[in-house]
């Protein structure tokens, strides 16, 4: 299977709703990337983690190396939270694995 | 905001064709990447690159080729595309000469191959 897993694949959410999305992997990681990539195709780096929980607004991540997962939460949903969420991996040689993504759409 | 930066944002062309596309990074970092985004959306890595060291995923076609002059730019050249070509390449960067660093992207190139 895949090295990374995301789920949902999709998430409907109305605005001021409160979601999380979550990642998992096959093996043990070293770090987790998480990435929003919007309508015009633009990647834009949510969170880096090592270990623990960081937060940025309205977005919140943890990092459970040991357990093998990852979350991304978020509050208090946006229009402008649409688009499709991926986490990604980090292995030595071969840069970032990255997961089938999570599409959220934001509705009014 | 962008630091990363690629040319062109789209090309059109036909099977048999070269192209190339280019990249540059203002952010001083020493490693640079290739993605390619397929139309499920995965996204793969293609190259990694500094000055001392290229890395290619061995399941990438010969007909690639990354082209650098110096650690600010990556360039992505294709000899002769082929319709399966069609996708989203992103360049990428990294402080680095590890993958274990946080990545920057530019916007992407989408390519379509007639």
């Known amino acids: ?108 | 905001e962008t630091a990363v930066f690629q040319t062109p944002n789209y090309h059109v062309t036909q099977v048999g064709n070269e192209v190339s596309f280019n990249c540059k990074q203002t952010l001083g970092h020493d490693t640079m990447y290739w993605y390619k985004q397929d139309s499920k959306k995965l996204l793969k890595i293609m190259f990694s690159y500094n000055n001392k060291q290229l890395i290619v995923n061995e399941t990438v076609p010969r007909r690639f080729s990354p082209q650098s002059s110096d650690k600010a730019h990556l360039n992505l050249r294709i000899k002769s595309v082929e319709p399966e070509d069609s996708a989203v390449y992103l360049c990428a960067s990294s402080l680095g000469q590890f993958s274990n660093e946080r990545l920057f992207f530019g916007h992407g190139t989408k390519l379509s191959v007639l």
């Open chain 1, 1 to 108: 299977g895949m090295p990374v897993e995301q789920n949902p694949p999709a998430l409907s959410l109305y605005e001021g709703a409160d979601s999380g999305l979550r990642c998992n992997f096959s093996t043990t990681m070293k770090s987790v990337q998480w990435f929003q990539q919007n309508h015009r195709g633009r990647l834009i780096t949510l969170f880096y983690l090592a270990q623990g929980t960081k937060e940025n607004g309205r977005l919140k991540s943890t990092f459970n190396s040991k357990e093998r997962y990852s979350t991304l939460h978020i509050k208090d949903a946006q229009l402008e939270d649409s688009g499709t969420y991926f986490c990604a991996v980090h292995n030595y040689a071969q840069g970032l694995t990255f997961g089938l993504g999570t599409r959220v759409s934001v509705f009014p």
